[in-house]
C-alpha cells in the first residue's frame, strides 16, 4: 500500500518552498519558473515614516518594488496626486519608485515638507507604501536675553536654566566654559534632562563668569552658544545646613506616560546640605533586573524595551543626615500597535479557498481597517468570491481576476501599521524542475532519494514508474513524498535503473527520466592496532582498504581526532602511518579515516609512549689542575718545563696555558708565556736574561678552564748587555732656542742586567758636524739648550747597562723650536660670487720665514656695515682656518648688501704670523627676510587693517611689498588668490569688500630687486552683525635661535590665568613632542640644551584647553662657533676708554649734585622740560626702561606685534667649490654687531623684528564636536 510522509526539515536539498506562501499551492525557489510567473507588486524597500532630511542635501524618499510584470510607480503628497513632471527638481530613479529632490541645485526643503505615499502598480493589483512624513531639521538661533548675575549664598541651591532653542530633532545639551572644557558634574552639580544645571548647594569654587549652554544639532552639524551665566557666591558664617527638598519634579506626586519598547527616564534632583542621596523604589514590586540602569549619580532612572507590566508608581527618596523627601511618579506604559498576525501573501489556484489574516494589539486596542489595491475595501471593486469579517478576509471560490493585493491598517492614538499582501490566482500546467536524465549514485543497503520537483495550478498529481514501460510503482518498499521525491529505504543491487516521474493536472501532463547507480561499500579489512613503544623508538599504525572500483577513494590519520602535527617525524604511506624516535607528547587515539563521494569509514588504535630503562647521568666540568711540574734542560735563553694532567671530567683538554712570574722586578704579577695542544704534556720555553722565572700551567676544556698548578721552582737566568733600545724616540722643541729629545724607557726585565743607563746622541742635519753624546740614567727626557731656531737634527737613543752597550740604534730626525711667523701673506684678492659667499686668494709665504711647521692660513672677516642702512657698528671679527699650503679659500654665511674687511695670516705651531693689509669688499643685494610681523586688526562685516613691520634684514633696498590672501571654508577649503602689490614705503592697509563672517588666510612678503623673500602668513575673521563669542587662540609664535639654545615668544587671546607650555622636536623626525611648562602666565620661553646646525619644530599650547594649540613653527639652530680670535674685553684700549667715561659720569654726578643744591636746573633737565618726549616713560618693574633718561630710540618698549625673527640662518648659495674650501670653524650666526641672534644687547640703530605664521584659530564646531 502506497504511504505518504512529510520529508524531514532538515533536508533542505528536497524541499524548497516560499516562506511567505500558507495555502496548499507550493512555488518552489527556483529563479527560472518565478521569472515566468505573473505576480503582484511586493514593496521591498521604503524610507521611514518619520524621515527628517539635512536642508542643505538633496532628498531621496525611498521606494522600491518587485513584481511579474514590473510595476510602475505614482506618488501622492499630503493626500493628492504628486505629479513629478511639473516640478524641474524632482525626479524618480529608473526601474525605481524612488524620489530625488533636487536640493543643492536651488530648491529650498521647506517648500516640499509633507506627507508622501508611494504605489507600486502592475495587472494584478497595487502595492502601497507608509505615509512617509518629510521634515527638514531645524536649528534656530538662541533668543537674544540678558543674564544677570546670579548672587547666591554659600550652601543654597541653584539651577542654571538653559532653555534651548526648539530644533528638529530637539538639541544635545552640555555644559562647558569658555575654554571648552565640560564642567565637572557630580553628585552635588549635574546637568538636568531638561539641560538645566542644578547645585544642590553652592560653594566657593562654583563662582565664575562662565558657565555656557550648548546646544548640539547633529542632522546639521552645528552647535548654538547661549551667552555666558556668572554665578558669584558670597559667604556667610556658619553655614546653615538644611534637609533634603525637591528641586525637580516639583509637590510630591507626579505621572508620566511612556510607550512599548521604548526608555523610560524618571529623574529626581534635590537640594540640602550636606548634599542629598538619592534612592529608587518600585511600590509593590521589583525594578526589573537586567533592564534597569542608574545615571547621574543616581538622580536617574533608565529602563529599557519597557511593556504593559513595567506601569506603576515609582518612588525616588532623597536622603541627608538631617532629613529625606520624596516624590511618587504614577508611569503608565501605553502601546502603539504591534503585529500579533501580519497577513501573507496568498497563491491559490481557480476555485480554491483561503484566509488573509491581520492581528494586531496595541493600548489602547488598535482598529483593523482593510484595503484593496489601495482603495478603502468599503469602495473598492466588488469580488463574489471575497467576504471581510473583521480581522479576516475569506476567499471562496477564487478565479484569476479575484489576484489583487490588499493593505491591514491597525492603527490608534499612538501610531499604525500597514502591511501589504497579495492573493494570487494561477492557472498553469504541470512543470518538472528536477533536470532531466539526473544521475544518483547510492551505497548498497543505504537509502535512496529520487527527486521529482513540480510545479502547476491546479496543484499535480505525480506517479513513479520504473523502467520505460514499467507499471507504476506501489508497496511498502518504496516512500512517496509530497513534494515528489520517491525514497527507496533500502537500496539494493536489483534497485538500480532509470526511474520515470509523471506529473499531470486538468490543464496538461509532463514527464521526466532519472538514473540510480548501486555502489559496494567502502571497508577497512586491516586496522591498525593497540600500540606501546619505549620513548625515542618507532611505532607504526596499518590501514589497509577495500573499495567500490569505480570509486576513488582518499586516507586521512588524525590524532585526537585533529590533524596530524606538523612534524617530519610523522611519515604517511599508502596503507600506514608510522612515527619516528616518538616522545612523550605523541601518546594519543590515531585514526585512519576513509572517503568517498559517497561513504566514509574509519577505524582507530591508541598509542602509549613508556620510558626507556635509566642509564647513569655523565657530570662535565672543568678540568682539575696540572701537576708535577718539573725543569729541565737548562740554558742561559731557554728551558723545558714539563707536567702531568689533572683529570678532564668528561670533556676532553683542548689546550694548556704557560705563565710566567718575574719574582725579581714583579713579583706576585704572572705573564701569559704561551699556549699548546691539550695532547702535548713538554714545551721549550724562550728565556730572557737578568730574570728570575717561576711557571704554572692552566687546562682548558669545552666547560672552562682549571685552576692554575702550583708554580715549578725558580730559575735565575745570567745577566747580559741589552737585546734592544728605546723606542718612541722624538725631538721637539718646547722654545725657540732648545731641542727637548724623549723617548720610552726599557721595563725591568728588558734591562738584562744592572746599571741601565742610556746614551742619548745629536747633531745638526744636512751640517758636516760630530755627534754629540751624553749618558742619562734611566730617564726618558734630556733637553738640548743654545740651539738654532726650527733646524733639523739627527737623533739616537741607545741603552747600556753593567754588562755593555745594546745594538747601534736607528736614528730619528727632530727639530729644534719654533717662533712666530716673520712676513704676511701677499696679493689677497677677494671675489664675490653671490650675496651670501666670497672666495678669497693670497700668495703663499716663503717657507723659511715661516720658522716653524706650517699648520696654514687664518682669514679674519668681519662687517664693516649695512649698505642699506650706513650705520656703523660694534663688530666681532670670524676666523676660518684653512689647513697646510693653500692659497684660497671660502667665505660663506655674509650677509647680503653689506661692506666687508678681511686680512690673512700664516699660522705656525708657534702662533699666528703678521695679518695682510685689510681688504675691503662689498656683498651685492639678495632677497629680504619676511616681514618682522602682520597684525590683522579693526575687523568690520566688510573689511579688515593690516599692519606690517618691514623685514629685519633688508639685503637690500625694498621695492614693493607683495600681499595675497583668499577665503577659507568651514571645511578648510582654500577659496581663490588674490594678490595686491603694494609701495615699499607703506606700513598698513584697509582691505574692504569682503565676506562677512569670513575667515580669510593672508601671505604677505617683501622684495628687492633681486627677488621676493620669505612670507609671513596670518588668518583673521570678518565680524557678523552679533556679537561673536571670544574663542581663546594662540598666533604669532616666533622663534629667535642661536647655536644650543632658542627664544620662543607667541601672542594669546582669550582668558585670563591660562597657563602654558612649549612642544618641541627635530623637524621630520617621527619621534614624540618634547614638553617644556611654561611658568606663570609669561609669553615667552627659552629652549635649552638645543643641538648646533639642527632644524627643529615648535609649538605652543595651553593647559586646560582641551589640547589648543598654535600651529607649527620650524627654526634651525646655528652652527658650531668658529674661535674669536679678539676679546674686546682684554684689550688695553677698551679698559682706558671705560675709565674714562666712568670718569666723566662721575664729574657729571658732582656737577649735577651742586647745582641741584642751589635749586637750578641743569641743561640737560632744562631741555627735557622743553622738549617732552612721550616715547620717554618713567622707569617700570615690566619693561625696565630708565625713566628721564631713557633713550627713546634703544630702550622703549616693543609695541604690540613686534616679533623676534623666527629663522635668522642665512642660506647658502650652490657652488662648484669642495666643501673642503669653506675651512674648520665657520662661526655661529652673529647680528651685524657680532652678538648672538636673540640675545639682549644694546643697538644704536633700531631694527624691526621679524614675525611669523600665526596659528590657526579652532572652529567652535570642530572644538566641541570632541565633547559631544
Known amino acids: 500500500m502506497m504511504k505518504k510522509m512529510n520529508i524531514p526539515t532538515s533536508k533542505t536539498s528536497l524541499v524548497l518552498f516560499l516562506c511567505q506562501i500558507i495555502s496548499a499551492l507550493d512555488v518552489p525557489l527556483d529563479s527560472k519558473l518565478l521569472e515566468e510567473l505573473s505576480q503582484p507588486p511586493t514593496i521591498t524597500q521604503q524610507s521611514p515614516k518619520d524621515y527628517i532630511v539635512d536642508p542643505r542635501e538633496n532628498i531621496v524618499i525611498q521606494c522600491e518594488a518587485k513584481g511579474k510584470p514590473p510595476p510602475s510607480f505614482s506618488w501622492t503628497r499630503n493626500g493628492t496626486h504628486f505629479d513629478i513632471d511639473k516640478d524641474s527638481q524632482v525626479t524618480m530613479k529608473p526601474n525605481s519608485g524612488t524620489l530625488v529632490i533636487n536640493i543643492m541645485n536651488g530648491g529650498k526643503a521647506e517648500a516640499y515638507e509633507g506627507v508622501y505615499q508611494c504605489t507600486a502598480r502592475n495587472e494584478r493589483g497595487a502595492a502601497v507604501s507608509n505615509n512617509i512624513m518629510i521634515r527638514p531639521s531645524r536649528s534656530p538661533l538662541w533668543t537674544k536675553e540678558k543674564l544677570e548675575p546670579n548672587h547666591v549664598r554659600e550652601g543654597d541651591s541653584l ?95 507626579s505621572t508620566k506616560v511612556e510607550l512599548r519598547g521604548n526608555v523610560l527616564l524618571l529623574e529626581c534632583i534635590a537640594a540640602g546640605l550636606p548634599t542629598p542621596v538619592i534612592r529608587w523604589i518600585k511600590e509593590g514590586g521589583e525594578l526589573p533586573a537586567n533592564r534597569t540602569f542608574f545615571e547621574n549619580f543616581k538622580k536617574t532612572l533608565k529602563i529599557i524595551d519597557v511593556s504593559e507590566a513595567d506601569s506603576g508608581n515609582y518612588k525616588c527618596i532623597a536622603r541627608n543626615t538631617l532629613g529625606s523627601v520624596y516624590h511618587v511618579i504614577s508611569v503608565t506604559v501605553k502601546a502603539a500597535p504591534y503585529w500579533i498576525t501580519a497577513p501573507r501573501n496568498l497563491v491559490l489556484s481557480p476555485g480554491e479557498d483561503g484566509t488573509l489574516i491581520c492581528r494586531a494589539n496595541g493600548n489602547p486596542k488598535p482598529s483593523i481597517s482593510w484595503l484593496a489595491n489601495g482603495v478603502p475595501i468599503a469602495i473598492a471593486p ?38 501589504n499582501a497579495f492573493v494570487n490566482v494561477l492557472a498553469e500546467p504541470p512543470r518538472i524542475l528536477t533536470p532531466a536524465n539526473k544521475l544518483y549514485q547510492v551505497i548498497a543497503d543505504s537509502p535512496a532519494l529520487l527527486d521529482c520537483a513540480y510545479f502547476g495550478s491546479p496543484k499535480p498529481e505525480i506517479e513513479w514508474f520504473k523502467g520505460v514501460k514499467g507499471s507504476i510503482l506501489r508497496g511498502n518498499e518504496y516512500v512517496f513524498h509530497d513534494n515528489g521525491t520517491l525514497e527507496i529505504p533500502v537500496a539494493q543491487k536489483n534497485s538500480a535503473g532509470t526511474y520515470t516521474c509523471v506529473a499531470r493536472n486538468e490543464l496538461g501532463k509532463i514527464q521526466n527520466e532519472v538514473h540510480l547507480e548501486i555502489k559496494d561499500p567502502t571497508m577497512i579489512i586491516k586496522q591498525p592496532e593497540y600500540k606501546v613503544i619505549q620513548r625515542y623508538g618507532h611505532a607504526s599504525f596499518e590501514c589497509i582498504i577495500k573499495h567500490d572500483s569505480t570509486l576513488l577513494p582518499t586516507v586521512t590519520w588524525l590524532k585526537d581526532n585533529e590533524e596530524l602535527p606538523d612534524d617530519e617525524r610523522f611519515l604517511v604511506g599508502k596503507d600506514n602511518l608510522t612515527i619516528m624516535n616518538v616522545t612523550d607528547k605523541d601518546d594519543g587515539t590515531y585514526t585512519c579515516v576513509v572517503n568517498t ?200 737613543v741607545q741603552a747600556l747597562n753593567d754588562l755593555g752597550y745594546a745594538p747601534e740604534p736607528s736614528e730619528v730626525i727632530g727639530h729644534s723650536g719654533e717662533d712666530l711667523p716673520m712676513v704676511a701673506p701677499g696679493n689677497v684678492q677677494v671675489h664675490v660670487i653671490n650675496s651670501t659667499l666670497a672666495k678669497v686668494h693670497w700668495d703663499p709665504v716663503p717657507l723659511k720665514t715661516v720658522r716653524g711647521h706650517l699648520q696654514g692660513y687664518k682669514v679674519y672677516y668681519w662687517k664693516v656695515q649695512s649698505l642699506s642702512r650706513r650705520s656703523r657698528r660694534h663688530v666681532e671679527k670670524k676666523i676660518l682656518t684653512f689647513r697646510g699650503n693653500k692659497t684660497f679659500g671660502m667665505l660663506p654665511g655674509l650677509e647680503p648688501y653689506s661692506s666687508y674687511k678681511l686680512n ?46 618691514s623685514p629685519t634684514h633688508p639685503n637690500g633696498v625694498l621695492t614693493s611689498y607683495t600681499l595675497k590672501f583668499q577665503p577659507i571654508n568651514n571645511t578648510h577649503e582654500l577659496g581663490p588668490l588674490v594678490e595686491i602689490r603694494i609701495p615699499a614705503n607703506e606700513s598698513s592697509l584697509i582691505l574692504k569688500n569682503l565676506n562677512y563672517s569670513t575667515r580669510y588666510k593672508f601671505y604677505f612678503n617683501a622684495q628687492t630687486s633681486v627677488g621676493s623673500g620669505s612670507q609671513i602668513t596670518e588668518e583673521a575673521v570678518t565680524i557678523m552683525d552679533e556679537v561673536q563669542p571670544l574663542y581663546p587662540r594662540i598666533r604669532n609664535v616666533t622663534t629667535a635661535a642661536a647655536e644650543t639654545y632658542a627664544n620662543i615668544s607667541w601672542e594669546y587671546e582669550g582668558p585670563d590665568h591660562a597657563n602654558f607650555y612649549v612642544e618641541y622636536g627635530v623637524a621630520g623626525s617621527k619621534e614624540d613632542w618634547k614638553k617644556e611648562i611654561v611658568n606663570g602666565s609669561r609669553s615667552f620661553f627659552v629652549l635649552k640644551g638645543l643641538t ?92 625696565g626702561t630708565f625713566g628721564e633718561y631713557s633713550d627713546a630710540e634703544d630702550h622703549k618698549p616693543l609695541k604690540k606685534g613686534s616679533r623676534t625673527p623666527s629663522d635668522r640662518t642665512v642660506k647658502k648659495e650652490d657652488s662648484d667649490d669642495s666643501l673642503v674650501d669653506y675651512g674648520e670653524g665657520v662661526n655661529g650666526q652673529f647680528n651685524e654687531d657680532g652678538s648672538f641672534i636673540g640675545q639682549y644687547s644694546g643697538k644704536k640703530e633700531k631694527e624691526p623684528a621679524e614675525g611669523n605664521e600665526s596659528s590657526e584659530a579652532p572652529s567652535p564646531v570642530n572644538a566641541m564636536n570632541s565633547f559631544v
Not at 569654587?205 to 551667552?227: L, V
Not at 589648543?1108 to 674661535?1123: C, K, L, Q
Request: proline share 9%.
Open 159 to 253: 539651577v542654571l536654566h538653559c532653555r534651548p532653542p526648539v530644533g528638529l530633532p530637539p538639541p544635545i545639551i552640555f555644559w562647558m566654559d569658555n575654554a571648552f572644557q565640560r564642567l565637572p558634574q557630580s553628585e552635588r552639580v549635574s546637568q538636568g534632562l531638561n539641560g538645566d544645571l542644578y547645585f544642590s548647594n553652592v560653594q566657593p569654587e562654583d563662582t565664575r563668569e562662565d558657565y555656557i549652554c550648548y546646544a548640539r544639532f547633529n542632522h546639521t552639524q552645528t552647535i548654538q552658544q547661549k551667552q555666558p551665566i556668572s554665578v558669584k557666591v558670597y559667604s556667610t558664617k556658619p553655614v546653615t545646613e538644611r534637609q533634603p527638598v525637591l528641586l525637580t519634579p516639583t509637590g510630591s506626586t
Open 904 to 949: 690673512v695670516r700664516v699660522v705656525n705651531g708657534k702662533g699666528e704670523g703678521p695679518a695682510s693689509p685689510d681688504k675691503v669688499f662689498n656683498t651685492p643685494e639678495g632677497v629680504p627676510s619676511s616681514p618682522s610681523f602682520l597684525k590683522i586688526t579693526n575687523p568690520t562685516l566688510d573689511s579688515l587693517t593690516l599692519e606690517w613691520g
Open 1092 to 1183: 648646533p646646525g639642527t632644524a627643529y619644530k615648535v609649538r605652543v599650547g595651553a593647559e586646560g584647553l582641551s589640547g589648543f594649540r598654535s600651529s607649527e613653527d620650524v627654526f634651525e639652530t646655528g652652527p658650531a662657533m668658529a674661535s674669536r680670535q679678539v676679546d674686546i674685553a682684554t684689550q688695553g684700549w677698551f679698559i682706558g676708554l671705560m675709565c674714562a667715561v666712568a670718569l666723566l659720569i662721575l664729574i657729571l654726578l658732582i656737577v649735577c649734585f651742586i647745582r641741584r643744591n642751589k635749586g637750578g636746573k641743569y641743561p640737560v633737565k632744562e631741555k627735557e622740560d622743553a622738549h617732552a618726549d612721550p616715547e620717554i616713560q618713567p622707569m617700570k618693574e615690566d619693561d
Open 382 to 419: 466588488e469580488d463574489p468570491s471575497r467576504k471581510v469579517d473583521g480581522d479576516t478576509i475569506i476567499f471562496s471560490h477564487v478565479q484569476e481576476r479575484s489576484s489583487a493585493v490588499y493593505q491591514c491598517n491597525a492603527s490608534n492614538e499612538y501610531g499604525y501599521l500597514l502591511a
Open 597 to 796: 563521494t559517497l561513504d566514509s569509514v574509519s577505524a582507530s588504535a591508541v598509542l602509549t609512549v613508556v620510558a626507556a630503562p635509566p642509564t647513569p647521568a655523565i657530570i662535565y666540568a672543568r678540568p682539575n689542575p696540572p701537576f708535577d711540574l718539573e725543569l729541565t734542560g737548562q740554558l742561559e735563553r731557554s728551558i723545558t718545563l714539563s707536567w702531568i694532567p689533572g683529570d678532564e671530567n668528561n670533556s676532553p683538554i683542548t689546550n694548556f696555558i704557560i705563565e710566567y712570574e718575574d719574582a725579581l722586578h714583579e713579583p706576585g704579577v704572572w705573564h701569559y708565556q704561551t699556549e699548546v695542544p691539550g695532547t702535548q704534556t713538554t714545551v721549550k720555553l724562550k728565556l730572557s736574561p737578568y730574570v728570575n722565572y717561576s711557571f704554572r700551567v692552566i687546562a682548558v676544556n669545552k666547560i672552562g678552564r682549571s685552576q692554575p698548578s702550583e708554580p715549578s721552582d725558580q730559575y735565575l737566568t745570567k745577566s747580559a748587555s741589552p737585546d734592544e733600545n728605546p723606542a718612541n724616540v722624538q725631538g721637539i722643541g718646547s722654545e725657540p732656542d732648545n731641542l727637548v729629545i724623549t723617548w720610552e724607557p726599557l721595563k725591568g726585565f728588558q734591562s738584562n742586567g744592572p746599571g741601565l743607563q742610556y746614551k742619548v746622541s745629536w747633531r745638526q742635519k744636512d751640517v758636516d758636524d760630530e755627534w754629540t753624546s751624553v749618558i742619562v740614567a734611566n730617564v726618558s727626557k734630556y733637553i738640548v739648550s743654545g740651539t738654532p731656531t726650527f733646524v733639523p737634527y739627527e737623533i739616537k
